[in-house]
Structure formats: structure tokens, C-alpha cells
């Protein structure tokens, strides 16, 4: 097995990405290089405190964690929300790889390692192998990720649509009325830094921002998205929406898309346009251009009680605990 360093694991980001595209039972877009990256870089205070990388690859294998600042406990890249998996690659080459790498450092350090892995699709191939360490381990237990909302454009928008409440499709025909001096600008290929700001002076004027609850006033966080929308759009991989009225900006919605799925990002319009309903407005547009290019799933990202409306179904996500 090879151990790698950051600046190595960057060369090799591609033949990681395929890996994870490769990998079944894991959240693939969040779990992408991308995602891992900017987590990595930005959010190691809030999930507290990873240093040391431990990446490690075999075979088209990866394992992606970084030693906590408790000693022998080892976290995803990504361990504020755990979407990421720190495990890729075939799920029985992975799984071995762990046990391997595990028992190596174990006896480097005389004491076990313990791992969290996150991004696991409950019930799926990669949770199902860990789970089957369990009665040759000190420790295999679950613990619960944040679900996911997940919309399907398999068989296209007006499907979709079809299975919406009468309610909502009345509710969604109103939000579409024209509004005089309105207009929808895609934005996805416009410079990262500049459209970065740009989402930023939205953001400021929302509600949540007056109240000091918006994420972007977390400067971990606004680092981390700043880095994830450069580097989605460099890989071609960037969707932002922009509503605009007399040319003020009043309204985004951003996301990216890896294969056929999209994954929303961060969705807001300034208190200003409040009665414009741009909110739904903007999710209706990004999912027709989205079923348009083919994508099968729109990941709406973790539970809200609006997207309830919107989604076809949950999915679960789930972490493992595991000390070999």
C-alpha cells in the first residue's frame, strides 16, 4: 500500500475522483476531491480539529482520514456534516485496505486506531462490508448521518411534476407568474472570485444574515464554499442561477453536478424580494435545465421542512465507528 502526502494526493486527484465514481453504497458527490478539499482546508476547527492527513491508496483503493488531535483517532476529511466517505475504490478492496492500514499503525503507535466513517448510504454495499467486521473488532458501531432530500429526473421534469400535490402545482404555477423586469442569468462560467462576491452581496441582504445565522457569516464555512465553487467550476462542474430585476441581483441558487447527479449548494434571495418567490422560482428553472442535460438525481441536500414538497424520497446516511 502507498501512503501519500496532500501535495501528492493533489496530483493525484483524477484517479481518486474515478474511484469514488466507481465506489457503490457512498454519497459520490460529496465524497468527490472537490468536496474533501475544501472541507480539509477550511472546516478541520469545527470538526474538531484534524491535522495530520492519512491517505493511503492500494490498487484503485483509497482511504482519506486525518488523525484528530486525540491521538489515534482518525476523522474524515470531511467530519462537519459527514457527506464525504473517507473510503473508496471496489467496497471489498476498501474494506480490506482499512484493515490493513489499521492494524500497520496500530503497531507503529502500540495503541489501536479508532475511524469514523461517514457518508455512508444506510443499508448500502460500503456500510454493509464495515458492518461485517463487527464480530472481529473491538468496536463496529453505527451512529446516525444527516438524511438527505433527493429529487428523480430519471423520467423527466413532467414526471416529476405529475407526482406533486395538486396544491403544490398550484402554488408552483403562481410562483411563475411573469414579473415585469424580471430575468434569470446563468452565471456558471463567470470568474469564481468575482461570482463568489456576487452570491456574498445577495447573502448579506437575507434575513438570516440580519439575524446572524447565515453561513457565509462563519468564516470557515465561507472559505470552504469560496473553494468548493472555484474548483467545481475549473472542472466544469459549477451550476449557478442568478434572478435579476432592473439590474439588481435578487435571488441565487448554486450546486454542482458530477455524472448524472446534481447537488444543490446554498439557495437565497435578499428580504427585499421576499414576496417574489424567487425561491421556487429559481428551484423550478435549475430542475428543468437539470433534467435537460440528463441529470437523473437532484440531491437537495439535508432535511428541510419546504423541501418535503419537493423531494420523491429520503435517503439515509449513516457513519461507522470502527477500532480494528
Not at 61 to 71: C, I
Not at 144 to 156: A, H, N
Not at 183 to 207: C, H, K, M, W
Request: proline letters at 2%.
Amino acid at each position: 500500500m502507498n501512503r501519500h502526502t496532500l501535495a501528492e494526493f493533489r496530483s493525484r486527484r483524477a484517479a481518486f475522483d474515478e474511484a469514488v465514481d466507481a465506489t457503490v453504497g457512498i454519497c459520490g458527490f460529496c465524497s468527490g476531491s472537490a468536496w474533501q478539499m475544501a472541507a480539509h482546508g477550511h472546516l478541520q476547527d469545527t470538526a474538531g480539529g484534524s491535522r495530520r492527513e492519512w491517505i493511503i491508496e492500494r490498487d484503485g483503493a483509497w482511504l482519506l482520514f486525518a488523525e484528530s488531535e486525540r491521538r489515534g483517532l482518525y476523522l474524515p476529511f470531511e467530519a462537519a456534516w459527514m457527506f464525504g466517505a473517507p473510503l473508496s475504490g471496489g467496497v471489498e478492496a476498501a474494506k480490506a485496505l482499512l484493515v490493513e492500514a489499521a492494524a500497520a499503525e496500530a503497531s507503529r503507535v502500540g495503541n489501536p486506531a479508532a475511524f469514523f466513517v461517514g457518508g455512508l448510504v444506510g443499508g448500502g454495499a460500503m456500510h454493509t462490508a464495515l458492518r461485517s467486521l463487527e464480530s472481529r473488532s473491538r468496536v463496529c458501531r453505527d451512529y446516525p448521518g444527516t438524511d438527505v432530500m433527493m429529487i428523480d429526473l430519471g423520467d423527466g421534469l413532467e414526471a416529476w411534476l405529475g407526482r406533486r400535490s395538486r396544491k403544490f402545482r398550484r402554488t408552483l404555477r403562481e410562483s411563475l407568474e411573469e414579473v415585469p423586469g424580471l430575468e434569470i442569468l446563468d452565471l456558471s462560467g463567470e470568474n469564481p472570485a468575482v461570482l463568489f462576491e456576487r452570491l456574498l452581496a445577495i447573502q448579506r441582504r437575507t434575513y438570516k444574515w440580519r439575524q446572524g445565522t447565515d453561513i457565509f457569516q462563519i468564516p470557515g464555512y465561507a472559505a470552504f464554499y469560496r473553494q468548493l465553487l472555484a474548483d467545481l467550476q475549473a472542472a466544469g462542474g459549477l451550476r449557478v442561477l442568478v434572478a435579476r430585476r432592473d439590474g439588481v441581483d435578487l435571488a441565487h441558487i448554486f450546486g454542482g453536478v458530477r455524472g448524472s447527479v446534481y447537488r444543490g449548494l446554498q439557495m437565497s434571495y435578499a428580504e427585499e424580494a421576499r414576496d417574489l418567490a424567487l425561491g421556487n422560482r429559481l428551484q423550478f428553472e435549475n430542475l428543468g435545465r437539470c433534467a435537460d442535460e440528463g441529470i437523473v438525481t437532484y440531491d437537495l441536500g439535508m432535511h428541510a421542512p419546504y423541501k418535503e414538497r419537493w423531494a420523491d424520497r429520503a435517503e439515509s446516511r449513516v457513519g461507522v465507528l470502527w477500532v480494528g
